[in-house]
């Protein structure tokens, strides 16, 4: 089984930055996703932003500009970087790997932004 850690959830005011983590461990293939998404009270789990292991990345129309996804595959980390941070945002960020058909979860990370 693989099983990822986050860090780096907060509480930020809008305008600012944060930055997530992701480190996986366990067994895992090379050629994989990982990514992020996130979840408000009430609402369904949406992608915020992914990457391929080979580098090809897609993010969520309301990131885009904002926010950032890397990934050290030598690591098995993936980061969010957000910036601009807007209300809006605040939501649990669950970090994500898809890896020969299987999907691991992260524990979750509250990210809030305040006015």
């Known amino acids: 089984q693989v099983h990822l850690v986050e860090s780096g959830g907060g509480l930020v005011q809008a305008g600012g930055s944060l930055s997530l983590s992701c480190a996986a461990a366990?067994?895992?293939?090379?050629?994989?996703?990982m990514g992020w998404y996130r979840q408000a009270p009430g609402k369904q789990r949406d992608l915020v932003a992914t990457?391929?292991?080979?580098?090809?990345?897609n993010y969520a129309d309301s990131v885009k500009g904002r926010f950032t996804i890397s990934r050290d595959n030598a690591k098995n980390t993936v980061y969010l970087q957000m910036n601009s941070l807007k209300v809006e945002d605040t939501a649990v960020y669950y970090c994500?790997?898809?890896?020969?058909?299987?999907?691991?979860w992260g524990q979750g990370t509250q990210v809030t932004v305040s006015s």
């Open positions: 366990g067994s895992i293939f090379d050629i994989n996703t």
């Open positions: 990457m391929t292991s080979g580098g090809i990345t």
């Open positions: 994500n790997v898809l890896v020969y058909a299987h999907d691991y």
